[in-house]
């Protein structure tokens, strides 16, 4: 019989309940119980949803990340973060965020953060040393798993594999991380004995290092690791991938000496899958459902494929999603306002897990037994295929009619560096981002507007307003170059993609980023064009207020791509180029209206990458044209700006200038500026901003400590190509933070002009 299971579920909870439990905790409006409870409900219901499951996961739950979690179940979270004490949520948050609730005083450097593969989730970083050991605590599994137990789930933990987790930290030193294998495979023992004695049979080790480019020393560790090395404590070992194809690496996975394997067939095909099946594993599970992507599955065409193979491998077989579902929405039902026709393609987590089970049904009990959900199913695709919602012959002949010059500026950024001297600005020129604090009560008139509670003359009053107190904001503090402070955007795409044709939105489509930061993924599903500006309204209002020159703010083509749902019935570069002519008329409309520097952001432009290094070029020669194409149909008097957060950018230096920004700004702080050790070796052509704090932390930057960074980075760049900025917009934050920071980093660039002046 096939059975089926899921590798994860959505921790947030259906209506994020679990982002306003940890913000209220936070803010010291509730307690720890407070929290604890919230999610010992959520678990409860994820659990319950999963309960007919042959197998259900315990230990996806986090209260932020889960490799964070794995730090903290192997007892190597940071030791600034250990050392002041408190419990254990208080030592987890302070890793995570740079602070505890209970701690007063400036806090400590939170972990870096950097993006989970090609996924738009983030991850905390762990950090190793030479003489980091591992002290492995499991109560945070064991209590997770009483409580799965109680409810009467089939239990099956979920642990970061050793070789992944390994792969995915820094050193600190000049040790290398591989050496701790022998330290780290100890604590592994440890940890699935307890597992064991706790009364689980199965536990899922995700490997999701295997599906990337790995060299050779890699590849061995993980040979050596999972030839026999990895400890037998009486548990069956499901060792997982996924996210792409294994390739080279899939005899690592057919040799490994594990019960099941896993491997995700949406991305990595069915010839791996059958060689897979043809070893001797006792369990093949096959993720046949996208865990990535909002797509209904073809089941029918599914049941083509796997009928075959459950008829010639009977119990091996397991099915499951292609990931863990927490990259996609939690329940579709909760869409009651969501066009029908569009909707009836959908599935989100609830509903992938019923696909399973169809599936399930259909190869247990043949095809008449679910005979109505197939039919349904064949329906709702054949209605997608057929709808003239989703091509536009225009859209479709204009990408068709794209000529070379249009992916060009006019002249060199030498040439276009003297025009720009015209804005006067100064050496060392701060400025910030894109956005500003957004109060309660900004969010409320956005809200009330949308409901139509109260009439647009209301609503643009409210935004006006906060626009003018931006602008005051930054002429008190001295900043150099502006925003207006998007107090109309809800998000970075989904503001965009709200005046887009082709896409569509819902209520309560949310998925977790980090933390309790969560991101609702507008959902393209048919050609882009812009019908009218987007944002040249509130950025001339916010030029008219002040003599400074004002950023026009926009999200790049490739952002808008990769942070949505994509439509999976054309290449993503047909989409994005589609994207990009719809952004380039929206940079023309700025420059008409008299904007002299414009921020296209593009800090997704990294985790679009493929996954294996030799699919990389393709990729990025069609997302810098993207870009290209959007920012170069303006005068060498207009400043372009690009912007990068969160992702390690050294690998594709190259194609980061060959996007051409008259400036650039990543994220740095962080890292203490190690991200810029590339120019050490690159001589990046343009001006760049590296950001000099953390905006993801509550904690006030010191004046001392942003300089101590600008210093850092005039090592490798040339002072006059030097901007000072933070990492991020300042969305998040609140003004009682966000103004004494800001002051802080214009003194620091006041004290750079006066020491690098001569």
Not at 456 to 469: G, R
Not at 628 to 651: A, L, W
Not at 664 to 674: A, C, F, H, Q, V
Request: with cysteine.
């Amino acid at each position: 019989m096939t059975k089926i299971h899921s590798l994860g579920y959505p921790r947030i909870g259906a209506k994020r309940e679990l982002k306003f439990a940890q913000e209220a905790y936070w803010q010291g409006k509730s307690t720890a119980e407070d929290l604890l409870n919230v999610a010992k409900e959520i678990r409860k219901i994820n659990w319950t949803e999963q309960k007919d499951f042959d197998l259900v996961p315990v230990g996806d739950f986090s209260f932020y990340d889960q490799v964070l979690d794995m730090s903290q179940t192997l007892g190597v979270l940071p030791k600034r973060a250990t050392d002041l004490g408190g419990d254990d949520l208080d030592q987890f948050f302070r890793a995570a965020r740079g602070r505890s609730p209970k701690d007063s005083g400036a806090g400590v450097a939170a972990s870096e953060m950097v993006k989970w593969f090609n996924s738009n989730y983030h991850y905390m970083v762990p950090e190793f040393h030479c003489n980091t050991e591992f002290t492995p605590n499991t109560e945070r599994l064991v209590a997770q798993i009483k409580e799965a137990e109680a409810l009467g789930v089939a239990i099956k933990p979920v642990l970061i594999g050793p070789i992944s987790y390994l792969w995915l930290g820094k050193e600190k030193d000049d040790c290398s991380r591989i050496s701790l294998l022998t330290k780290i495979i100890p604590a592994y023992g440890k940890i699935l004995a307890d597992l064991k004695e706790a009364g689980a049979d199965w536990v899922q080790i995700d490997e999701p290092v295997l599906v990337m480019s790995l060299d050779e020393k890699w590849r061995s560790v993980f040979a050596t690791t999972y030839g026999g090395v990895f400890p037998d404590a009486g548990l069956k070992v499901l060792l997982t991938t996924y996210f792409g194809a294994l390739k080279e690496n899939l005899e690592l996975l057919q040799n490994a000496k594990v019960q099941g394997v896993h491997i995700d067939v949406v991305n990595a095909g069915w010839t791996e899958a059958e060689s897979l099946l043809k070893s001797d594993k006792e369990i093949v599970s096959l993720g046949v459902i996208d865990g990535r992507n909002i797509w209904k599955a073809d089941l029918n065409a599914l049941l083509d494929k796997l009928e075959p193979l459950a008829k010639t491998y009977g119990d091996k077989l397991w099915l499951s999603s292609s990931s863990s579902l927490l990259h996609v929405p939690v329940d579709l039902d909760l869409e009651d306002s969501l066009d029908a026709e569009i909707k009836s393609w959908f599935a989100f987590a609830r509903q992938k897990l019923q696909e399973l089970r169809v599936l399930r049904k259909a190869l247990n009990e043949g095809r008449a037994a679910v005979e109505a959900e197939l039919s349904a199913n064949a329906v709702a695709l054949q209605g997608r295929r057929a709808s003239t919602r989703v091509n536009n012959p225009a859209v479709k002949s204009r990408v068709a009619g794209i000529t070379p010059d249009m992916d060009k500026r006019a002249d060199t950024y030498e040439t276009r560096a003297a025009a720009q001297k015209s804005l006067n600005l100064p050496l060392f020129p701060t400025t910030t981002i894109g956005s500003f604090p957004q109060t309660a009560e900004i969010r409320k008139y956005r809200s009330d507007f949308k409901k139509g509670l109260i009439d647009e003359a209301t609503y643009k009053a409210a935004m006006q307003a906060d626009i003018k107190q931006c602008v005051e904001i930054q002429e008190e503090l001295g900043i150099d170059v502006f925003v207006h402070g998007e107090a109309e955007r809800n998000d970075m795409v989904e503001y965009f993609g709200e005046q887009l044709a082709g896409y569509v939105f819902t209520k309560f489509a949310w998925v977790q980023s980090y933390g309790s930061r969560c991101v609702k993924p507008p959902i393209i599903y048919g050609d882009i064009s812009r019908p009218k500006a987007m944002t040249v309204e509130w950025t001339k209002y916010a030029q008219s207020l002040t003599s400074k020159p004002m950023k026009g703010m926009l999200t790049g083509p490739v952002t808008i791509l990769n942070w949505s749902f994509v439509r999976d019935d054309q290449p993503r570069s047909a989409t994005c180029n589609q994207i990009a002519l719809a952004i380039r008329d929206e940079v023309c409309d700025l420059e008409a209206a008299g904007v002299r520097v414009i921020q296209i952001d593009e800090p997704a432009i990294r985790e679009g990458l493929p996954l294996k290094r030799e699919d990389w070029q393709e990729y990025l020669d069609w997302a810098v044209k993207a870009f290209r194409i959007s920012v170069c149909g303006v005068k060498n008097e207009t400043q372009i700006h690009t912007h990068m957060c969160y992702s390690e950018f050294n690998d594709i230096m190259e194609s980061i200038a060959a996007m051409d920004a008259d400036v650039i700004t990543i994220e740095t702080s962080r890292s203490d500026m190690k991200l810029l050790e590339a120019f050490e070796t690159f001589n990046y052509p343009n001006e760049i901003g590296p950001g000099v704090y953390d905006i993801h932390s509550p904690n006030v930057p010191t004046v001392e400590n942003m300089v101590d960074l600008m210093e850092k980075a005039a090592k490798r760049i040339p002072v006059e190509r030097l901007w000072v900025n933070p990492d991020c917009g300042l969305k998040t934050r609140g003004w009682a933070e966000t103004k004494p920071a800001l002051k802080n980093m214009v003194d620091a660039a006041k004290e750079l002009r006066s020491k690098f002046a001569k």
